[in-house]
């Protein structure tokens, strides 16, 4: 579906203002149905520039063709048409992949005892696995990433960080994301209660709430909270989470499309593979 902001760029590289309808793809793991009014992809995990264009006289459409990299593994759900190369320089405070939750490519641990954080693979849309929280009734589970050094001072408070995760049943009172400069000061970001099932949730940067004296320029360590209600235990699987730049607003910055996949395309971890994008013509 051609957004509303593509409509007024393919004008433009009509009037040959623009080099091109698009250059590069981007993919992502969201589900929500495409509309006009999408300016990003639900949850981005990767863009690749276009390297051939062609065109299917028989169904009218205009074919874009893009490798995705050796390095990127998961199921992708959705996929969009962006103006610019993926290599194209952004603001310094561009939108970003912070945690994958994947134990092939992060140290995890229990934030009290030290012991590895729990993975399962069932509902991964990301890398290999996930990781699992499923504390007791009224109980909680927190899992930090330690020693990294992550500088998030050029986002402005109406930058918006999203967490996708899968609630296995509806005994989740709130989650939770801590951004650390040490353990006595830190931001908390939270996401309330998700629903049943697949969820891709945001929280502005400026909701989060102060402990001390932290630094958004020296963050030493992310942690993950889950609290349960007095019903029972919950269970919540952690796939990613990001923070988008949602306020920075540029003419030739432009998701052109975005298609919610019929089938998602399972993406092999170490292997290049190649992806299209049909776009319809009317003329």
Not at 168 to 176: A, K, P
């Amino acid at each position: 579906m051609i957004t509303t902001e593509g409509k007024v760029y393919v004008k433009r590289y009509l009037a040959q203002q623009v080099p091109a309808i698009a250059q590069s793809i981007g993919f992502g793991i969201g589900d929500k149905a495409e509309a006009v009014g999408d300016t990003k992809l639900q949850f981005e995990i990767g863009r690749t520039d276009i390297n051939l264009v062609s065109y299917d006289f028989v169904n009218n459409k205009l074919i874009f063709k893009a490798s995705v990299p050796d390095n990127i593994g998961g199921k992708i759900y959705e996929a969009a048409l962006f103006s610019l190369p993926a290599s194209a320089g952004r603001a310094e405070a561009g939108s970003r992949l912070i945690t994958t939750f994947d134990s092939a490519t992060e140290v995890w641990v229990d934030a009290t005892s030290g012991a590895t954080a729990t993975y399962d693979a069932t509902n991964a849309r990301i890398g290999s696995d996930a990781i699992r929280h499923t504390p007791a009734a009224s109980g909680s589970k927190t899992d930090a990433l330690k020693d990294i050094a992550l500088d998030l001072s050029g986002y402005s408070a109406a930058d918006k960080f999203v967490l996708a995760l899968n609630a296995g049943n509806s005994f989740t009172s709130t989650v939770t994301a801590r951004f650390l400069t040490d353990t006595s000061n830190y931001y908390q970001i939270s996401f309330g209660s998700p629903t049943v099932g697949y969820n891709v949730v945001e929280s502005t940067k400026g909701s989060a709430t102060v402990t001390g004296s932290p630094s958004w320029a020296n963050i030493t360590e992310v942690r993950v909270t889950t609290n349960s209600t007095a019903g029972g235990a919950s269970q919540i699987d952690f796939d990613g989470l990001r923070l988008d730049d949602s306020d920075t607003i540029s003419a030739d910055d432009i998701m052109v499309s975005r298609e919610l996949l019929a089938t998602p395309f399972v993406k092999i971890d170490g292997m290049t593979q190649e992806i299209e994008f049909a776009l319809d013509v009317s003329v």
